[in-house]
Antibody, heavy 113, light 112 residues
Framework: QLVETGGRATQAGESLRLSCTAS???????VTWVRQAPGEGLECVAV???????YYADFTMGRFTISRDTSKNTLSLQLTTLRVDDTGVYYC??????????WGKGTTVTVSS | QSVLTQPPSVSGAPGQRVSISCAGS?????????VNWYQQLPGTAPKLIIY???HRPSGVPDRFSGSKSGTSAFLAITGLQSEDEADYYC????????????FGTGTKVTVL
């Protein structure tokens, strides 16, 4: 139901755009990107609420931008000034209330120095 | 460093009961925010197994149960099975942080 694309190997300082296509309407849901560094836990990167409010994790420090297109049921994450510690699997997900009920399979971002 | 702390690992023999704790504070679990739990099998995306503290989505076996007390939440797995070997994460919200999703540190469940 959620398919991510855009992950690849890149160099520190570069930019990437991750995309996610949903099979159903996303405008009524929280939509989020959650990442997982190799061997580590889950951390929420950014969220858009149904009313369009955006939330970002502190570690993004203005480098990442989340956006959605409810007419196309797509979600994007623009990553800039990438760092080595941004390496990981990035999951697109949708939620209801404060829980996440649908997850994509993830797309892998590898940042080398 | 997450505001929700879980033990790194728990283990049990098949058929046994294991419990995973999720320790929070007055700004998250103690503030009344719902706690949710996810199972992540190796190499796969997380899967919701408990929402709203204690509710199971359709298709989740009833050997998984959730509870909450004070500033902590708990996931219990009764009748442990080999296919339950996975990583488990609690998740809630925190009034001091941006956004609705804060995850626990994660617990690896090993079936002996």
């Amino acid at each position: 139901q959620l398919v991510e694309t855009g992950g690849r190997a890149t160099q520190a300082g570069e930019s990437l755009r991750l995309s996610c296509t949903a099979s159903s309407y996303i405008g009524d849901s929280f939509v989020t990107w959650v990442r997982q560094a190799p061997g580590e836990g889950l951390e929420c990167v950014a969220v858009i609420s149904p009313d369009g409010s955006r939330y970002y994790a502190d570690f993004t420090m203005g480098r990442f931008t989340i956006s959605r297109d409810t007419s196309k049921n797509t979600l994007s994450l623009q990553l800039t000034t990438l760092r080595v510690d941004d390496t990981g699997v990035y999951y697109c997900a949708t939620g209801i209330g404060n829980y996440i009920d649908v997850w994509g399979k993830g797309t892998t971002v590898t940042v080398s120095s | 460093q997450s505001v929700l702390t879980q033990p790194p690992s728990v283990s049990g023999a098949p058929g046994q009961r294991v419990s995973i704790s999720c320790a929070g504070s007055s700004s998250n679990i103690g503030a009344g925010h719902f706690v949710n739990w996810y199972q992540q099998l190796p190499g796969t995306a997380p899967k919701l197994i408990i929402y709203g503290d204690s509710h199971r989505p359709s298709g989740v076996p009833d050997r998984f149960s959730g509870s909450k007390s004070g500033t902590s939440a708990f996931l219990a797995i009764t009748g442990l099975q080999s296919e339950d070997e996975a990583d488990y994460y609690c998740q809630s919200s925190d009034t001091t942080l941006n956004g609705p999703y804060v995850f626990g540190t994660g617990t690896k469940v090993t079936v002996l």
